[in-house]
């Protein structure tokens, strides 16, 4: 399904300065460790991490009875996405029709854009999607009337593409504040002639707030059965009711997984994303498995940077060799965990702080007599891995000694 | 000097559904508008701010006898480089080997990395570099005798590398904290086999207090002096002093430009970056031009994201298709400056105010009784270029009508 055509060029950063352009299928057959033959800073993905991660959605997923669309814009990564859809990944999710593009250009399906899509480029490529492939649907979301009307002056008669209503709640972000207001984009939906209502949506992950959580849940779920009562959903084969960050998934379950009473099966999908790589900080804090879901083994990080220490000029500080072009930033910053020193020794990041990032360098706090030294390498846990990957080109991807065993490529 | 030969693919999130691969040089031809022919969101720099900027910054150095190695780091983008170059710039600043590496692609000389090296691929580089273009230097920074050990270790007799001895200050960033660790390092590089003195360096951006910028400032010239007194520059044609982001250049020129006797030139290269495209936050507070130095022209902001309203939820707030993914957030959230409407008509975006910012969708406060619309257009100033431009492969480059006349790409 996916191609592995792309080469890293000599443009790639973390290439070594000899190897001019590598297929990407060839860099395994490298035979590169990551700390010693990869030009610093490197983002390592850890394989071991991934596969875990990979397993332990799908299996609840399945215990579950909910399909799963991983949000693609997390990564936007074909080679991640393949192996998610190789796990059992019903489809994928996108933010945008350009993302929706990439993925189709891959051949993934079905695509969930899960946003309003008003733009006429945007529509006249799902239109042309559509058109193109029949067998394989892209979706999006409406949440207003005037999204409807915008959609169908640009479709002018093309289609009828599939949308999903949104669900939102007051102080959030996109989507309806009520079952009310729902129900009359619905019912705009239906008297389109450009757009056919395939069920509904909300996104939970806006907040963090339990009640607020299970509230939009409670109100999607009371949406849809609205609708159904409607016959909003009597020409349907199943209805697709999707929801779900990888914060609250858990609570998706609870409210949206089975129970349904529509006449025909609801699909549920799940659109986590993050829970591929994990991170160490916002998610890991967040996850539900091995948290809320204590019968469920926790997920592995599977995300680190290595940065170089560049000079260590007063006794508690170092400056290392990343910074907010190479790192997240935006929910908390990079952890260290691990030193490794030129002889190859590896030790704890013991008692060190990130405390700043400048665009290339990070300043890290050292504990008193600690001989961190100019040369080491710092190896971090980072947090929120969305804003990780869309720094990166292409990354790495390690087994558990740091060998170089392929690389994934991102397209942003 | 710069090879025009990369195709912007159908990966390129901001081209058009329907134009397939396209060839950066034949982008101008293509009849494009940044508002109606590419998908949003859409990032586009200014040609006019761009010209202005460059004309106002080359002017600035040659009334000031100084030259200029634009940081290439803020850009990332040959094509835009190539421009600073044609402005008459000297060489390029870069943050890294890598980055280096990728100027020295489009055949660009010299580079200072405006860093420690003490990396051996990417000190194996620089050494690769001076054997295969003896007459086109690549630079580095030094502020620590391990960091000199490390580097003639690593080196192992090849070169010598020419590199500069890299004052700072206590709080800062790298560099040493006296003019005394400063003749250490020197001391340590004119015993090593491996590297030669060719100047000294700081940088003064890391602070913003005026008697930090003055005292390190001050303390470089001293430490150039009592290295020239030394008869550390002795074997030189000219010693080379740099500093210089895009914030305090005038005072650089005040302590740095002129008045020398080192026995031999001393060549002042400043190293702003983010004076090409200016910013509507940061820079546009700190730039000495207009300000500080009221007898220059004020810099142009030349770069603009286009996002649409998605939704408009509740009647303060709207939903704008733009997030972490494609615009800063570190020093500044986007400024809403204008509204293009689906008719084509245009308007300030008076008191509109971006107040959160998801990984794909702005939040913007908007005034009560504004009839900001879903599918209309908002147009944003940016605040910090470098960490806007790594979030783009291509960006548009378009005239004073937001017409596209040509593209840029980025390498990160």
């Keep these: 399904m996916i191609a592995a055509h792309d080469a890293l060029d000599q443009r790639d950063r973390w290439v070594p300065p000899s190897a001019g352009s590598v297929p990407l299928d060839r860099v395994a057959g490298m035979g590169w460790h990551a700390l010693t033959d990869l030009m610093p800073p490197v983002l390592v993905l850890k394989d071991g991490a991934l596969r875990h991660n990979l397993d332990v959605m799908a299996r609840f997923c399945r215990a579950h009875g909910v399909s799963l669309a991983p949000h693609g814009k997390t990564t936007m990564s074909p080679q991640l996405v393949a192996r998610q859809l190789e796990a059992g990944a019903w489809g994928v999710t996108a933010a945008s029709p350009a993302q929706a593009r990439l993925f189709r250009a891959f051949a993934v399906s079905p695509i969930v854009i899960a946003n309003q899509v008003v733009d006429p480029l945007g529509l006249d490529w799902m239109a042309g999607e559509l058109e ?6 892209v979706l999006c979301l409406v949440d207003s009337d005037r999204a409807v009307g ?7 008669g093309r289609g009828p593409l599939p949308v999903l209503v949104e669900m939102g709640l007051a102080g959030g972000r996109t989507g309806c504040r009520s079952v009310e207001e729902g129900r009359r984009v619905a019912a705009a939906v239906r008297r389109s002639r450009s757009l056919w209502l395939a069920g509904v949506e909300c996104f939970e ?25 409607e016959g909003a959903f009597d020409e349907l084969d199943e209805v697709l009711v999707t929801a779900g960050g990888s914060a609250h998934f858990d609570r998706v379950v609870h409210h949206l997984a089975g129970g349904w009473e529509l006449g025909r099966p609801a699909r ?16 890991e804090r967040l ?9 469920w083994e926790p997920l592995r990080q599977a995300m680190e940077v290595w940065g170089l220490v560049h000079s260590r000029p007063e006794p508690d500080l170092a400056i290392v060799g990343f910074g907010k072009r190479d790192v997240s930033y935006d929910l908390g910053l990079p952890r260290p965990l691990h030193v490794s020193s030129r002889d190859g020794r590896r030790r704890d990041a013991e008692g060190m702080e990130v405390f700043r990032l400048n665009d290339q360098h990070a300043y890290v706090r050292v504990p008193p007599g600690d001989d961190l030294a100019v040369g080491d390498l710092l190896g971090c846990g980072l947090s929120h891995p969305c804003t990780v990957f869309d720094k990166w080109r292409s990354i790495p991807v390690v087994d558990d000694g740091d060998r ?3 690389a994934i490529r991102t397209y942003f």
């Design 132 to 137: 193109r492939h029949p067998e394989a649907p």
């Design 150 to 156: 915008l959609m169908d002056e640009a479709l002018a």
């Design 205 to 229: 992950g806006v907040v963090h707030d339990p009640e607020q959580v299970d509230g939009v849940l409670g109100e999607t779920r009371a949406l849809c059965e609205a609708l159904a009562r």
């Design 268 to 283: 549920v999908v799940l659109r986590s994303g993050c829970y591929l790589t994990h991170d160490h900080g916002d998610y």
């Design 287 to 295: 996850s539900p498995f091995g948290g809320r879901l204590p019968e």
């Design 404 to 406: 170089v065993i392929g």
